[in-house]
């Protein structure tokens, strides 16, 4: 079975710019997650979805940070307009549902200039 | 509210030596437990889980872990570490039922002398 695929694998972009990032989940899965990852602030959860409905838009990352399900194969996740602090790992998991494993793409590395 | 501690942020164990990683939790329900592994620019991935039953979970490549109800803690152990060891581990929890998702520690890089 394919895994969970993220693209692109580095993205850099200006202050200002919007950029969005892909993952499409392992074939089955209800639930598909959207973290950050920095070495300060550790995992933070954006976005939850089960059965592409969205359960959780993660509070803080509200005003600029979109993700989206429009399919139960394919997630997007916008940020408009990043700034330098979006610098981070961005890694996409999946999993059958609650308590379940979660596995997780090889991520996304922002840099934003 | 959940909440995981990984008290030691960096690690060092020599090739062929036994290795513990702490991990101490916090969860006013049932937690369901896990540890995960990230290799350098990979995601994470499960090494091994604990639901229910023997405290003594076994898990891929040699790990083991061991749940402590009384002490709140799930500490992962290894008899002898080899230098593909080396890496970040997360422990996680999540409740046996409700609504909150998995919480994860803030990781522990394992480096593996030789």
């Known amino acids: 079975d394919a895994g969970v695929t993220q693209t692109p694998r580095h993205e850099v972009a200006e202050k200002g710019q919007t950029i969005i990032l892909k993952c499409e989940p392992v074939?089955?899965?209800?639930?598909l997650f959207w973290y950050r990852q920095t070495k300060i602030q550790g995992l933070e959860l954006l976005s939850y979805?089960?059965?592409?409905?969205?359960?959780?838009d993660g509070g803080a990352f509200k005003d600029r940070f979109k993700a989206e399900m429009l399919n139960s194969s394919f997630s997007t996740l916008k940020i408009q307009p990043t700034e330098p602090k979006d610098s981070a790992v961005y890694l996409c998991?999946?999993?059958?549902?609650?308590?379940?494993?979660?596995?997780f793409g090889s991520g996304t590395r922002l840099t934003v200039l | 509210a959940q909440s995981v501690t990984q008290p030691d942020a960096r690690v060092t164990v020599s090739e062929g030596a036994s290795l513990q990683l702490r991990c101490k939790y916090s969860?006013?329900?049932?937690?369901?437990l896990f540890w995960y592994v990230q290799y350098p620019r990979q995601g994470l991935q499960l090494l091994l889980k604990?639901?229910?039953?023997?405290?003594v979970v076994q898990g891929v490549n040699g790990f083991e872990a061991e749940f402590s109800k009384s002490n709140s803690s799930f500490h992962l152990r290894k008899a002898s570490v080899h230098w593909s060891d080396s890496a970040v581990y997360f422990c996680?929890?999540?409740?046996?039922?409700?609504?909150?998702?998995?919480?994860f520690g803030a990781g522990t890089k394992l480096t593996i002398k030789p």
């Open positions: 998991a999946s999993s059958w549902g609650d308590a379940e494993t979660l596995y």
């Open positions: 979805f089960r059965s592409k409905s969205l359960m959780e």
């Open positions: 969860s006013s329900v049932t937690p369901y």
């Open positions: 074939s089955g899965h209800n639930d």
């Open positions: 996680a929890v999540t409740p046996n039922y409700g609504n909150e998702k998995i919480t």
């Open positions: 604990y639901y229910s039953g023997d405290p």
